[in-house]
Nanobody
Framework: QVQLVESGGGLVQAGGSLRLSCAASGRTFSSYYMGWFRQAPGKEREFVAA????????YYADSVKGRFTLSGDNAKNTVYLQMNSLKPEDTAVYYC??????????????WGQGTQVTVSY
């Protein structure tokens, strides 16, 4: 079965850092894009970042550019979202997803269970 498992969320003070991981299994994702989305209470899910497994192309939402860095370890089928200079508005449940096409909306084939990120003032 295809499975995406996020980890690394937690509580951090504003200005701090967290690294999220997404471990993928069940198929080969070399031709896929791996995306990160987040959803805060009362708000719609929004795009955060995406990476193309082949070539390592990365894409970031304007709200996180310069603060978040997306990388991948192909041998481990794992992608990482390094989040620095965190702000309270970054508080949300973060989801990883996989798609054969680049998408900045929620139109992905596979989704993880989500991991909570809470940034205090």
């Amino acid at each position: 079965q295809v499975q995406l498992v996020e980890s690394g969320g937690g509580l951090v003070q504003a200005g701090g850092s967290l690294r999220l991981s997404c471990a993928a299994s069940g198929r080969t994702f070399s031709s896929y894009y791996m995306g990160w989305f987040r959803q805060a209470p009362g708000k719609e899910r929004e795009f955060v970042a995406a990476i193309r497994w082949s070539g390592g192309n990365t894409y970031y939402a304007d709200s996180v550019k310069g603060r978040f860095t997306l990388s991948g370890d192909n041998a481990k089928n794992t992608v990482y979202l390094q989040m620095n200079s965190l702000k309270p508005e970054d508080t949300a449940v973060y989801y990883c997803a996989a798609s054969p096409r680049l998408s900045f909306t929620g139109e992905y084939d596979y989704w993880g269970q989500g991991t909570q990120v809470t940034v205090s003032y």
